[in-house]
Nanobody, 125 residues
Framework: QVQLVESGGGLVQTGGSLRLSCAAS????????MAWYRQAPGKQRELVAG???????NYLDSVKGRFTISRDDAKNTVYLQMNSLKPEDTAVYYC???????????????????WGQGTQVTVSS
């Protein structure tokens, strides 16, 4: 009923920029906290940035000052603006929503822990 669909990944040179988007589909009334994670080959998935439904943000230390997370609740979308990219930022990036209130068949429902399909970000040196 509800899906997260990501876009915006790609190949960029060191120092370049990319903007990731993640849109939730379905009849959605509200989304709680949202976040971006990443997973590089051979490494564990790590939290890159998070944003609450009130707009508070937090970042992985290594991306502070370079990445900015934002959300547009009217579009049910979360963004990750990535500037000054480094080769070590290369990974598959996933968006996450911790809970979503939506309508299914005219009934309100709340689902938990939604993930996007992932989008590859590759930074060449």
């Amino acid at each position: 009923q509800v899906q997260l669909v990501e876009s915006g990944g790609g190949l960029v040179q060191t120092g370049g920029s990319l903007r990731l988007s993640c849109a939730a589909s379905g009849i959605i009334f509200s989304i709680n906290d949202m976040a971006w994670y990443r997973q590089a080959p051979g490494k564990q998935r790590e939290l890159v940035a998070g944003i609450t439904n009130g707009g508070s943000t937090n970042y992985l230390d290594s991306v502070k000052g370079r990445f900015t997370i934002s959300r547009d609740d009217a579009k049910n979308t979360v963004y990750l603006q990535m500037n000054s990219l480094k080769p070590e930022d290369t990974a598959v990036y996933y968006c996450n929503a911790d809970s979503i209130l939506y309508s299914s068949g005219g009934i309100y429902k709340r689902g938990f822990d939604y993930w996007g399909q992932g989008t590859q970000v590759t930074v060449s040196s």
